[in-house]
């Protein structure tokens, strides 16, 4: 997602009214599960059913979450040239398959297909399908509205999924700001070991508490350990544990193709660094970042940022070939971003002219997110070219 505002809880807008009264029905149903579960829940817990829980978690109601409207915008909401400049690699990684169709995880709004397909159709490579796994019924709403509104006659390609799929021969998996969408289990490194920051009910109002880790998150920070060695006593940070049995599902799925991911995070070696001693979760509202995961549960997106030394690991244990990573900026420019903007700068006006300039700097400069998202490639049975990583590829850096 772009850059928002970091500001202070207390100055964030307050919802209306039957927003306000929807998240008291996610608190109540929170604070139940965390006293049956005897005062605190994990916050990885906590964090699905802000998220997901049916008819109330941030991803799972029906308010908008995406574009001005919403809390934030990913890079499809900022210019078309994110999803043309995709489609590129996939007309490119296509062709060396003979043909493949492509599955997005976590479409959105639907922008990025909508632009993707246009592109592919203007290439004349279009998939065999365009296949969009999405769980939320309301955001599925949205995608096919999307997809009407831009008056496409690709509609009839377009397929929804609320599973993985069992009979996809040949695909290309794209991932944009998914994984940082995973759940996260938080911990304290204290001088007698790891405790785990779970989450409690205090006077009706959620507070971390600390909770023994299990052997899983025990297991977890001792493999970062390993690598980088013991970490600062009170050092807080969070590990998805559920990433590996993640990827391991979609490998399973996948018997020969590519899976591109994007999303907003760091190599091993940075994300635990000293400084980063309070960890990287992050909230969204309004267009405005704050650190608070607590406040409006089903109001606001909660995220952390990706250690993608985890995400490759999980990938190759999964079987997958690690094909290459890059940050964002130099993978759309190996990709032909420039390439594609040329013409539209040339023919518009000086307005236009900005925008298009303001676009591409938000995507491509290393002071926005061209250093901020990082792109990483894996895939099963592919040895062709990913133009994206020709100007880059930092493999050797996880």
Not at 148 to 159: F, H, I, K, M
Not at 249 to 269: C, K
Request: net charge negative; proline share 5%.
């Amino acid at each position: 997602m772009s850059n928002s505002a970091r500001i202070s809880p207390h100055d964030l807008p307050e919802p209306d009214e039957l927003a306000l009264l929807s998240s008291a029905r996610l608190h109540e149903l929170i604070a139940d599960e965390i006293a049956d579960a005897g005062g605190v829940i994990s916050f990885a817990r906590f964090m699905e059913l802000a998220l997901y829980a049916p008819g109330l978690g941030y991803y799972r109601a029906g308010a908008a979450r995406f574009g001005a409207g919403g809390d934030f915008s990913t890079a499809p909401e900022l210019s078309a040239l994110f999803g043309r400049t995709l489609a590129r690699q996939i007309a490119e990684m296509m062709a060396h398959l003979g043909g493949a169709e492509v599955i997005e995880l976590g479409p959105g709004t639907g922008k990025l297909a909508v632009d993707a397909l246009a592109e592919l159709k203007s290439l004349d490579a279009l998939p065999q399908r365009w296949r969009m796994l999405e769980v939320s019924g309301a955001l599925r709403a949205e995608q096919a509205q999307t997809l009407s509104c831009a008056g496409t006659d690709l509609l009839d390609r377009v397929e929804w999924l609320e599973q993985l799929p069992e009979d996809s021969e040949k695909s290309i998996w794209i991932a944009n700001e998914v994984i940082d969408a995973l759940p996260v289990r938080r911990f304290i490194r204290t001088d007698d070991g790891v405790l785990e920051l779970g989450v409690a009910n205090q006077a009706n109002s959620f507070a971390w508490s600390r909770m023994a880790a299990d052997k899983d998150l025990v297991a977890a920070v001792e493999a970062i350990e390993s690598r980088l060695g013991r970490l600062p006593t009170g050092y807080v940070s969070e590990v998805c544990t559920r990433l590996p049995a993640f990827i391991n599902g979609i490998a399973q799925s996948l018997q020969r193709g590519v899976t591109l991911w994007i999303d907003y995070g760091y190599p091993r070696r940075e994300y635990y660094l000293p400084e980063r001693g309070s960890g990287t979760l992050i909230s969204h509202y309004r267009h405005r970042a704050h650190n608070d995961p607590f406040l409006y549960p089903g109001l606001q997106d909660i995220t952390a940022f990706v250690d993608f030394s985890a995400l490759a690991d999980a990938l190759m244990e999964a079987g997958l070939d690690l094909l290459g990573y890059a940050p964002q900026g130099p993978f759309l420019l190996g990709g032909g971003l420039a390439e594609l903007a040329q013409p539209d700068i040339e023919s518009a006006d000086e307005r236009q002219r900005l925008a298009a300039s303001q676009s591409i700097q938000r995507l491509t400069h290393p002071g926005d997110m061209g250093e901020k998202f990082k792109v990483m490639a894996a895939g099963r049975g592919y040895s062709g070219p990913i133009s994206g990583f020709r100007l880059s590829d930092r493999r050797g850096f996880l």
